[in-house]
């Protein structure tokens, strides 16, 4: 069995579910490996993000505001879907190595429903697989032993946060998320 790389993933879209609305924005961190045991990295050392066109003309304002971007410069000077996802799945392919590539997100709904979407209509396939995904608010609430509307980041030990702030940029999340994951993979509680 191939050890794990977790790549920690966020997402800034402009709507709740991809297709109608569109991923503005996605930022990628390796968090760490896991063999025998957890190995965390430097989230810093190895990253990922791009701005991306908008695949449609729907939008919420309410959740364009969330990220600041501006959907009409990227409609002009973003980078096309189709492009930022073979970027991105040969950078995981290399990055990884002969590790497998493990999708993490807080909570992975909504990054992984992004993400998994725009590499299948954009590139035919996932570098990731179809479950390579794991959310760190469910690993929190087995861990924790609480229920999972208890796995808030409120709830959580404040050991476990990172020291990054959450500024809905997608690369900062990314490596907040990062150190957070790393975090909760070496926690014995």
């Known amino acids: 069995m191939r050890a794990d790389m977790y790549f920690s993933v966020d997402v800034e879209a402009d709507g709740p579910i991809p297709g109608p609305y569109s991923m503005l924005s996605f930022g990628a ?7 025998e045991s ?3 990295t430097d989230p810093a050392a190895a990253t990922f993000y791009r701005e991306l066109r908008p695949i449609s003309d729907e939008f919420m304002p309410a959740a364009l505001a969330v990220s600041g971007l501006d959907r009409e410069a990227l409609a002009r000077e973003g980078t096309h879907p189709e492009v930022a996802m073979r970027e991105f799945s040969r950078w995981v392919t290399q990055t990884a190595g002969e590790h497998r590539p ?3 997100a807080y909570p992975a709904s ?3 429903m992004f993400v998994y979407w725009y590499l299948i209509r954009f590139t035919g396939a996932s570098v990731f697989g179809h479950s390579g995904c794991l959310d760190v ?6 861990k ?3 229920p ?6 409120r709830a959580m030990p404040r050991h476990l946060m990172s020291e990054r702030r959450h500024t809905h940029h997608a690369l900062d999340d990314a490596l907040e998320q990062a150190d957070l994951f790393a975090n ?3 926690w014995q509680p």
């Open 29 to 35: 961190a390796v968090a760490g490996t896991r063999g």
């Open 38 to 40: 957890f190995a965390r």
């Open 102 to 104: 493990v999708f993490v």
């Open 110 to 112: 909504f990054d992984w």
């Open 137 to 142: 608010k469910t690993a929190y609430a087995i």
């Open 144 to 146: 924790a032993g609480v």
């Open 148 to 153: 999972f509307g208890g796995a808030t980041k």
């Open 184 to 186: 909760l993979m070496s």
